[in-house]
């Protein structure tokens, strides 16, 4: 199938003049770009890894700590089931608080609903379940920032809100080296969870980053890259705090164009390996948690190198 360019989707109309992909993808769409992940990007993405290293790319359920966005603190119970078995649960377990994905149903577009709502009829059938059905298995690119901003001189602070625009990325991925390929996904670093470890306030209204420009430039960047889905180390994708008068990347990228975005991915030690090897390229394996309906999950995920 021949993807549109994106300047030739419609608009969901003048109220909201927001290029979307629904049509596109067809009514019976659940998964939205994940569709771009098929057998033979599978095969590509598995034979990416030449060391055999795997690398954790999520951070533990209990952080960051304190909790952003006023979300409420894991609360995890080990306890003696009998005299010989120790067992344990969760008693509370926001599934965005940490290394997480925004699924389909996670951000709306105003009245058009949800990303295929009308055609899905049942909200639920856009769940997080549907990607466990399909299967995460990525050949990852990653544009590392700051890395490309120590090659060009610049002293760039993380935890500034800061826009990154279309033209920033694109010229971080071509000092990388490795173009982007249908169905891969892009990591983005920011350096920012490495900052904030090092710097950040414990009062969470403080909370600042940097973050993609929330504007049509950066939706066709990744539209026309035909890419399957984004994760980046920064609390939002976008900028924080965001500008209410501007615009809002999550809208242009999720209920529109059926676009993953994954949240506070912990990148730091894989953009070192990368660094070392000269590749910026791995396989990506993500395993949501199965639960039907779910408007997000813990990312669960692993680069092989």
Not at 137 to 162: K, N, T
Not at 250 to 273: F, V
Request: net charge negative; proline share 6%; hydrophobic share 40%.
């Amino acid at each position: 199938m021949t993807t549109p360019a994106y300047e030739s989707l419609p608009l969901f109309g003048p109220d909201l003049p927001i290029r979307h992909a629904r049509a596109y993808w067809g009514a019976d769409s659940r998964i939205g770009t994940l569709a771009r992940i098929t057998h033979e990007t599978r095969l590509a993405a598995l034979a990416v890894p030449t060391s055999g290293r795997a690398i954790n790319l999520s951070l533990s359920l209990d952080e960051p700590r304190p909790p952003l966005f006023g979300r409420r603190a894991m609360e995890h119970v080990t306890f003696d089931r009998d005299r010989n078995t120790v067992e344990d649960r969760l008693e509370y377990l926001d599934l965005q608080g940490s290394s997480q994905w925004d699924g389909l149903r996670h951000i709306r577009a105003r009245q058009y609903g949800v990303f295929n709502s009308e055609a899905a009829g049942d909200e639920a059938e856009l769940g997080i379940h549907k990607w466990v059905e399909h299967g995460l298995v990525f050949r990852a690119v990653l544009a590392d920032l700051p890395r490309y901003w120590a090659s060009l001189g610049l002293d760039r602070d993380p935890l500034e809100c800061r826009s990154i625009d279309a033209v920033e990325l694109a010229d971080c991925l071509e000092w990388g080296g490795e173009p982007l390929r249908s169905g891969d996904l892009l990591l983005v670093r920011t350096g920012w969870l490495a900052a904030s470890r090092l710097r950040r306030s414990g009062d969470p209204t403080t909370l600042s980053s940097t973050g993609l420009a929330a504007t049509d430039a950066i939706a066709k960047f990744l539209w026309d890259s035909e890419i399957a889905a984004l994760a980046m180390d920064n609390p939002a994708i976008e900028c924080v705090p965001r500008d209410p008068g501007g615009g809002f990347l999550h809208r242009l990228l999720i209920p529109a164009l059926g676009m993953p975005l994954g949240e506070l991915w912990d990148l730091d030690e894989l953009a070192r390996h990368c660094g070392d090897s000269g590749r910026v390229v791995s396989c990506v394996i993500s395993v949501p948690l199965h639960l039907r309906g779910s408007a997000g999950t813990p990312a669960n995920a692993v680069a092989l190198v």
